[in-house]
């Protein structure tokens, strides 16, 4: 996946709830992703387990693989990165990331 530059689709709370990993933090991706794979984290079936946001997958996968910022930042923007956007609209969508990140962090740092 890596050489091909491939990104690997992982679903943490569902891989958890379906028992594919008995706990998050023995989950293969979190050491995939420290090895440079490219990954997305998506919400395989919100619904069925009764939420709505991706927000858990992420802090789930933060808390289980013990995420920094970098690593955040790496999967939030692999998320448009790897979409099947058309590219002027994936451009468009990356840029705009790009500068609310900015401002994200520049407000962070002057709390």
């Given at each position: 996946?890596?050489?091909q530059n491939i990104a690997l689709e992982?679903?943490?709370i569902s891989n958890q709830i379906l028992r594919y990993v008995s706990?998050?933090?023995?989950h293969p991706?979190?050491?995939m992703l420290a090895e440079g794979v490219p990954m997305v984290l998506s919400?395989?079936?919100p619904g069925v387990f009764g939420y709505e946001a991706l927000?858990?997958?992420?802090?789930?996968a933060t808390n289980a693989w013990l995420l920094d910022l970098r690593a955040l930042k790496t999967l939030a923007f692999n998320?448009?990165?790897y979409?099947?956007?058309p590219e002027s609209d994936k451009q468009a969508a990356i840029g705009a990331w790009r500068t609310q990140w900015a401002e994200w962090v520049d407000a962070v740092d002057h709390m």
């Amino acid at each position: 996946l890596k050489r091909q530059n491939i990104a690997l689709e992982v679903n943490p709370i569902s891989n958890q709830i379906l028992r594919y990993v008995s706990n998050l933090q023995v989950h293969p991706a979190g050491g995939m992703l420290a090895e440079g794979v490219p990954m997305v984290l998506s919400s395989d079936d919100p619904g069925v387990f009764g939420y709505e946001a991706l927000t858990y997958d992420f802090y789930a996968a933060t808390n289980a693989w013990l995420l920094d910022l970098r690593a955040l930042k790496t999967l939030a923007f692999n998320s448009l990165r790897y979409s099947a956007l058309p590219e002027s609209d994936k451009q468009a969508a990356i840029g705009a990331w790009r500068t609310q990140w900015a401002e994200w962090v520049d407000a962070v740092d002057h709390m």
